[in-house]
């Protein structure tokens, strides 16, 4: 059993298409995240959401607008893609602790590598 | 800005012998640190994690050391299999609530 899961593993796409990558735990977390790792392995946050509510916005360009229709479901839409944003996607999930934000112990999904051509 | 940082891209390591992966930060604010382990084509499964209250964190064959006034922390494997063989992501956060800052990560080789 898939604890979280993305869809598609692979996303080959041109130059100012717009796409969603999705994501669904169940876990019955209730904090879920975008990540992002680029070309140097750099493993950044994008957005965290917790229980639908965004919680962290990092600086993401707002071409990447993530969706939450409920806690078990957090996809992430890109508008006008771009090469830099050739990357893979990474999104997790947590347990939140005790009403806070965030919590740790991470569960990542396989990961969702995007080419832009 | 790095402020979580791993210097050795790699590591390679006999069987059955020690395996000590390195992190260095920055930000004295950070008060837990977390290690994730990474298989190709998987994403990050959580390993181990300290909070600054401590300076040791033991779980089975993996132990992570923290020195807060050398701001640096360390994974001990040992002994070391084949299936460490990993990468390995070094990770901190503020309080335990907060965003976590991962570094760069350490590719781990386990040798026969």
């Known amino acids: 059993d898939t604890a979280v899961s993305q869809t598609p593993k692979y996303l080959v796409t041109q130059m100012g298409n717009d796409k969603s990558i999705k994501c669904e735990q169940n876990l019955g977390h209730d904090t879920m995240y975008w990540y992002k790792q680029d070309s140097k392995k750099f493993l950044k946050i994008m957005f965290s959401?917790?229980?639908?509510?965004?919680?962290i916005n990092e600086t993401v360009p707002n071409r990447f607008s993530p969706k939450s229709p409920d806690k078990a479901h957090l996809n992430l839409h890109i508008n006008s893609l771009e090469l830099g944003d050739s990357a893979v996607y990474f999104c997790?999930?947590?347990?939140?602790?005790?009403?806070?934000?965030?919590?740790?112990?991470?569960?990542f999904g396989p990961g969702t590598r995007l080419t832009v051509t | 800005d790095q402020q979580v940082k791993q210097n050795s891209p790699s590591l390679s390591v006999q069987e059955g012998r020690i395996s000590i992966l390195n992190c260095d930060y920055t930000?004295?604010?950070?008060?837990?640190f977390l290690w994730y382990k990474k298989y190709p084509a998987e994403g990050p499964t959580f390993l181990i994690s300290?909070?600054?209250?401590?300076d040791k964190n033991e779980d089975g064959r993996f132990t992570v050391f923290l020195n807060k006034s050398a701001k640096h922390l360390s994974l001990h494997i040992v002994p070391s299999q084949p299936g460490d063989s990993a990468v390995y992501f070094c990770a901190a956060s503020e309080n335990r609530d907060d965003k976590i800052i991962f570094g760069k990560g350490t590719r781990l080789h386990i040798l026969p």
């Open positions: 959401y917790n229980n639908k509510e965004l919680i």
């Open positions: 997790a999930s947590s347990q939140d602790s005790g009403g806070t934000t965030m919590g740790h112990e991470q569960y």
């Open positions: 300290i909070s600054s209250i401590k």
């Open positions: 930000n004295s604010m950070f008060d837990y």
